[in-house]
């Protein structure tokens, strides 16, 4: 299989641009940590805890990909449509970073409604509102309900439910209702094909529509001999959760400000998503042996 492509370079400059468009990474923010740097506000630089909000922030947004490094044009490609983090105009968020409205995600999984609701009102009016190509793409988690209801959902009235994802159709906003943890070396995770071209993204998330759940179980079946039969039950469970809630999704989505956000007419709304995350191994520290040993 030919691993070089010398003729890349005689391609249209805008079929180029698309091709390094889509190699750039995917990336999910959490709104618990933008939370940090809130919270650390109006402390100074001698009271804050190490790392500070701001420190942790500058590292997820403002940690550079590889496909900036390859060549002058794939550096102008990636670089045209980012949003430096100073230009939003909110000071708590520092000035390191950027977001993209090609690649973000906005992870809401805390309490938006009550909590945090100013911190969200911010990031709404900055990320979610405007011109669509300025807009990143907003997600939640299904703790959301709990938090706008005030009440912990009882477990008994969520049923197992055998995948049938052809019911789910895609909406406009990703509900997580279950996440997936695999701890892999690089080599194996790329052999996935779920992190990107280079392994960058860590977490990523998978539609519960079409064929993504059986395209799940057969991406991670190759790192584990019984990931079909694993990622059957995760499904399972996950639509159950979304067939029990599926109601309060919408609301949930009105209650945070959305509805003047135009959904899409095709039985448009939220939609239910597996998020899957990848921690590197060959990064983990090698485990301390005692002394005795």
Not at 18 to 44: G, H, T
Not at 52 to 81: D, F, K, W
Not at 143 to 166: F, G, H, Q
Not at 237 to 257: C, E, I, T, V
Request: aromatic letters at 10%.
């Amino acid at each position: 299989m030919e691993q070089s492509f010398p003729r890349f370079g005689r391609l249209p400059p805008e079929i180029r641009a698309a091709i390094w468009e889509f190699c750039l990474p995917n990336r999910v923010i959490p709104m618990s940590l933008l939370i940090l740097a809130y919270k650390q506000r109006d402390r100074s630089e001698s009271e804050r805890s190490q790392p500070t909000g701001a420190t942790l922030i500058a590292r997820c947004l403002g940690r550079p990909c590889l496909i900036s490094q390859v060549c002058r044009e794939s550096r102008a490609v990636t670089m045209s449509r980012r949003r430096p983090i100073k230009s939003l105009g909110i000071d708590w968020l520092g000035r390191e970073g950027w977001f993209d409205p090609r690649t973000d995600t906005l992870l809401v999984d805390c309490d938006a409604f009550k909590k945090y609701r100013p911190v969200w009102r911010q990031l709404r009016r900055a990320l979610a509102c405007g011109p669509s190509q300025k807009r990143i793409q907003i997600a939640f988690t299904g703790k959301l309900v709990d938090y706008r209801s005030n009440t912990e959902r009882p477990e008994s009235r969520i049923v197992d439910v055998e995948p049938s994802p052809s019911e789910i159709w895609q909406g406009t906003w990703p509900v997580v209702m279950e996440e997936i943890w695999h701890y892999l070396p690089k080599f194996m995770a790329r052999r996935t094909g779920l992190f990107g071209l280079f392994c960058e993204e860590h977490e990523v998330f998978v539609e519960l529509c079409g064929n993504g759940p059986l395209a799940l179980a057969d991406k991670l079946g190759v790192v584990k001999k019984d990931g079909a039969d694993d990622i059957r039950r995760v499904v399972g469970r996950a639509l159950g959760r979304w067939k029990a809630y599926k109601d309060d999704f919408p609301a949930m989505s009105k209650g945070l400000g959305l509805e003047r956000e135009k959904w899409r007419r095709n039985r448009s709304g939220p939609y239910p998503v597996i998020k899957v995350s990848w921690v590197d191994l060959d990064r983990l520290p090698p485990p301390r042996t005692s002394a005795t040993e």
